[in-house]
């Protein structure tokens, strides 16, 4: 009895403190983002006629692309190598032949945010705005609940509360319920939430804040499955900071907009353009294994190729990363000044973990589905996650559809448990998920007449909880004693706000940035997420 007078009473104080702080958004306003400017304006914009400068990018994805653009408009001589057959990274886009024709098909769909600052500024100046188009509101499916599309409309906080008010599923009081969660993202603070939450997954925040089952289900989990990592375990830190950047920050920062062609057409190929306009070397299928630190001119080189430069990008993949660093310790004993330095970077790179193993499926069918959404997101019905119609999507596949009434439907497959699956496995596995999604496929007789598997594994970052002490930033290696080398790439931390893509391009350019004050000329200006969210007036 006492324990139910006590609950009580903690409700109704729960639900009377909701009821002040729902008020009290309406007093709030979400803050601009920040202008980081170079820390070192009075230097020239470029480099001295007559001074030559090298660099080595590892990897040929969104970082190593970044920092190639703005080092090349500075005058610096880029070499980037690429492992892999074409430049992209989780954007490339590789030629396949099905059904007697020849189809671009891409590592995975991808979507772009109203908060990818840096990206939109490089898309500007590549001239490829055009090949973008607004995808407005997201449908995902429950198990549980009704389906619910889900946007941002109006001024802050109006674009919060229409969407409780148009959900099918959520009341006002599903919110106020979750109160005690309204802190962490009114007072959102990027400074210092790493330190609070970085060792307790969502799902445990959650508990600890008393979210709403509904709430919780349907406005914050569904966050969870397209990052790749195990949901139970990802961080709190890293997911309050995605809610920051996807929803808190700005009213329309949960725009987003897709390509309208192929991201090789869309994005990559414009940009290799002009960086091979700007004098860049790229090489594909090239790997760099190894470095070796030249102490007595400072260089580095390439242990393949015997090239020496003046400053080194690992902006690979985390595990690409990890190997390189792996063998170059081969090349010094340990107890060296180099030596040192590496193993200070193992301490921290060699105890990332990587996301669980994901497959891409995508499928030909003689058939369309009828009045379904271009991208369906799909959080509880696991393993499938989202399914994109290509053929409502991209110019290439939309032809064919055109002439033949065929679709074009891809399958993302995150945290996939099965190990070594045969590609002709996949569809007989996840036949029984997609039957629940889109039963017309199976009730009116599709024919599936061609199908195309991307699996990868150690591909993805882990942001599990326990460790983001372990996560370096840009300018790790000089603090390591090594400062001609720095990082760029996802998996990074960050000084401010940022994730998946932009945080891939926004490192890249800060890689620029180290190079860039070493060199003396200007650095490059960053726009990025405010690190606090709109409070309370």
């Known amino acids: 009895m006492e324990g139910h007078l006590h609950s009580t009473v903690a409700t109704s104080i729960s639900i009377i403190y909701g009821c002040l702080l729902f008020v009290g958004c309406c007093i709030a306003f979400p803050k601009p983002p920040v202008d980081i400017p170079p820390v070192n304006p009075s230097d020239a914009p470029k480099l001295p006629a007559g001074v030559s400068r090298t660099v080595l990018i590892a990897g040929g994805g969104l970082a190593s692309l970044s920092a190639a653009l703005e080092l090349s408009e500075r005058g610096f001589n880029v070499t980037i190598c690429e492992k892999d057959l074409v430049l992209g990274g989780r954007l490339h886009t590789k030629n396949i032949e099905r059904l007697n024709q020849t189809w671009p098909v891409e590592h995975a769909f991808h979507a772009w945010f109203y908060n990818y600052h840096q990206f939109k500024d490089i898309r500007k100046r590549l001239g490829i705005d055009g090949n973008f188009r607004e995808w407005k509101a997201v449908d995902y499916v429950f198990r549980n609940y009704l389906p619910e599309e889900i946007y941002s409309e109006g001024p802050f906080p109006l674009n919060l509360l229409g969407i409780i008010f148009r959900s099918p599923n959520l009341k006002m009081t599903n ?29 445990d925040w959650a508990k600890e804040k008393h979210v709403d089952e509904a709430f919780y289900s349907i406005i914050m989990r569904p966050a969870l499955s397209v990052t790749l990592n195990e949901r139970h375990t990802i961080s709190a830190a890293e997911m309050l900071t995605y809610m920051q950047m996807y929803f808190l920050s700005e009213p329309q920062a949960d725009g987003r907009e897709v390509t309208t062609k192929n991201y090789q057409d869309a994005v990559i190929g414009p940009w290799k353009k002009v960086l091979q306009e700007n004098g860049v070397r790229i090489e594909t299928n090239s790997t760099v294994k190894s470095l070796y630190f030249n102490s007595s001119n400072g260089k580095v080189i390439s242990t393949e190729t015997k090239e020496m430069f003046d400053h080194v990008i690992l902006a690979t993949n985390l595990v690409g990363l990890q190997r390189i660093i792996n063998t170059t310790q081969k090349n010094y004993s340990p107890d060296s000044k180099i030596g040192v330095s590496l193993q200070c970077l193992q301490s921290k790179v060699g105890k990332l973990p990587l996301a669980p193993r994901y497959k891409i499926f995508r499928a030909w069918f003689d058939k369309q589905p009828h009045n379904r959404p271009d991208i369906l997101e799909t959080p509880d019905y696991t393993p499938v996650n989202l399914i994109a119609q290509y053929h ?77 002490q372990f996560r370096p930033n840009v300018t790790f290696p ?24 932009e945080r891939s391009v926004s490192t890249g350019r800060q890689a620029a940035n180290h190079i860039l004050l070493m060199e003396h000329v200007r650095q490059v200006p960053l726009l990025v997420t405010n690190s606090h969210g709109p409070g309370l007036l």
Request: proline residues 5%; negative net charge.
């Open 175 to 203: 919110a106020i319920e979750s109160s005690l969660s309204l802190p962490d993202l009114l007072y959102y603070n990027y400074d210092t939430i790493f330190e609070k939450y970085a060792n307790i997954s969502l799902d």
């Open 392 to 468: 409502l999507l991209e110019e290439h596949f939309a032809m064919w559809a055109n002439k033949t009434n065929g679709s074009v439907l891809e399958f993302h497959l995150y945290t996939w448990k099965e190990k070594d699956t045969p590609d002709d496995k996949v569809w007989e596995i996840i036949q029984p998920t997609v039957k629940m999604i889109y039963p017309e496929i199976f009730s009116e007789n599709f024919t599936m007449l061609a199908y195309h598997v991307n699996s990868f594994e150690d591909n993805f970052p882990s942001f599990k909880i326990n460790t983001e």
């Open 478 to 501: 000089n603090r390591c004693g090594i400062p001609n080398l720095s990082f760029a790439g996802d998996w990074l931390h960050t000084s401010y706000p940022s994730s998946l893509m």
